[in-house]
């Protein structure tokens, strides 16, 4: 019995030393409490969340607003087109980890996420690359003799998205 009590009294305590602390100014009387003030002046003394919040309202600002993406210059020949899917699906895949490493260790800084949203944008590398190898595909003779590398190239599209759901949950959206 004692152990649930202090275990319940632990939970209780820790939820409230881990709440922001304001100072509100209501009819000219100062009020501290643990939520954003309704009305008067406010100030967040201890607004422990108040970076990572500011963090991904940049990050989802940016995700609307990204630069209109570049295209990519392929080679035209199935071999060279294929080894370039690979190096840029790999690349994409190395950012979605960092990003991914960014929201499980670092969560106010967003670096990696942002470059990793900019790929995945609408006309962005991932897209262009998915329509190369949707073109690609259409030469059996070639696809057949790359099954190696096309399936590289598959487990690369399946981390990308794997990571891309992960950053959307961990994210709230």
């Known amino acids: 019995m004692k152990r649930i009590l202090f275990a319940v009294l632990t939970m209780i305590l820790c939820t409230a030393v881990n709440a922001d602390v304001y100072r ?35 990050l989802a600002t940016a995700a ?21 899917v690979s190096a840029l699906l790999d690349h994409i895949r190395v950012l979605g980890r960092d990003c991914e490493w ?16 900019l790929k995945l944008v609408p006309g962005g590398d991932y897209v262009q690359i998915g329509t190369r190898i949707q073109e690609l595909l259409q030469d059996d003779t070639n696809a057949r003799q790359a099954m190696g590398e096309l399936a590289t190239i598959k487990r690369h599209f399946e981390d990308i998205t794997r990571t891309k759901e992960f950053m959307m949950a961990r994210m709230g959206r």
């Open 64 to 84: 609307r607003n990204p630069p209109p993406p570049e295209p990519i210059a392929w080679q035209g020949s199935f071999q060279q087109d294929i080894l370039k």
């Open 24 to 58: 509100c100014t209501v009819n000219g009387k100062i009020q501290y409490q643990d939520h954003p003030c309704s009305s008067g002046a406010q100030k967040a003394l201890d607004d422990r969340n108040a970076k990572a919040r500011q963090r991904q309202q940049e």
């Open 102 to 117: 960014e929201l499980k260790v670092t969560p106010s800084e967003n670096k990696a996420c942002k470059a990793f949203m």
